[in-house]
C-alpha cells in the first residue's frame, strides 16, 4: 500500500519556502503539527514541486519522516537526494535505518547530500563516477529549476 503523510508534518518544518518567506528548520505558520496543512490547495508552488522519498519510493514506515528524523528529498532532473535532517535529533543520521537508505542510493548511483544544524552544514556523499563539481553544478540547476 502506498505510503501516506498520515501524523507527519516534517517537511513543513524543515524545508525553506521562499514564496512564504519560511526560513529552513523552522515551523511553517500554516502547519498544524503532526495534522497537515491548513491551506493545503493553496498551498505554495514550492510546496507542490517538493519530492519526499517516504512517499514516491513507499520507502519502509521506520523512514517515516516524523519517526526518523530525516526527510529525503529528490531534486528536480538529477540523480541527486537531500536528506535533510531535524536539528532537534541530530544523530538521526547515524541510525541504522538511515544509514542503510543512504547506502541503498547510493548503490542505485544516487549522490546523497545532507545538511543538518543551524547553519544547514552540507555533507556530499558522490555516487560512483560522479565528481564534485558535477553535483554543484546540477544541485544549483534544480535550484533554479524550483526557484530556490
Ligand atoms: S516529510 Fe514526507 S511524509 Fe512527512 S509530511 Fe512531508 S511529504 Fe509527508
Ligand atoms: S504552506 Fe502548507 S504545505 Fe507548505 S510548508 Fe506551509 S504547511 Fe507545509
Known amino acids: 500500500m502506498q505510503n501516506t503523510c498520515n501524523g507527519c508534518t516534517l517537511c513543513c518544518k524543515l524545508l525553506a519556502i521562499p514564496e512564504l518567506k519560511k526560513p529552513l528548520n523552522t515551523s511553517c505558520q500554516f502547519c498544524a503539527v503532526g495534522v497537515g496543512c491548513n491551506i493545503y490547495p493553496n498551498r505554495p508552488l514550492s510546496c507542490r514541486k517538493f519530492n519526499c522519498l517516504y512517499i514516491t519510493g513507499n520507502l519502509d514506515k521506520k523512514l517515516k519522516p516524523k519517526d526518523c ?3 529525503f528529498e529528490k531534486l528536480p532532473n538529477c540523480a541527486i ?3 535533510l535532517i531535524d536539528p ?3 544523530n538521526a543520521i ?3 535505518v538511515v544509514k542503510n537508505q543512504i547506502t541503498q542510493l547510493l548503490q542505485n548511483k544516487f ?3 545532507t545538511s543538518s544544524g543551524p547553519n544547514s552544514t552540507k555533507n556530499l556523499m558522490l ?3 560522479v565528481t564534485q563539481e558535477e553535483v554543484w553544478t546540477k544541485v544549483n540547476q534544480a535550484y533554479k529549476l524550483m526557484n530556490l
Open 69 to 71: 528524523h530525516v526527510v
Open 81 to 83: 537526494y537531500l536528506a
Open 88 to 90: 532537534d535529533f541530530p
Open 94 to 96: 547515524n541510525e541504522e
Open 111 to 113: 549522490s546523497v547530500i
Open 127 to 129: 555516487a560512483e563516477g
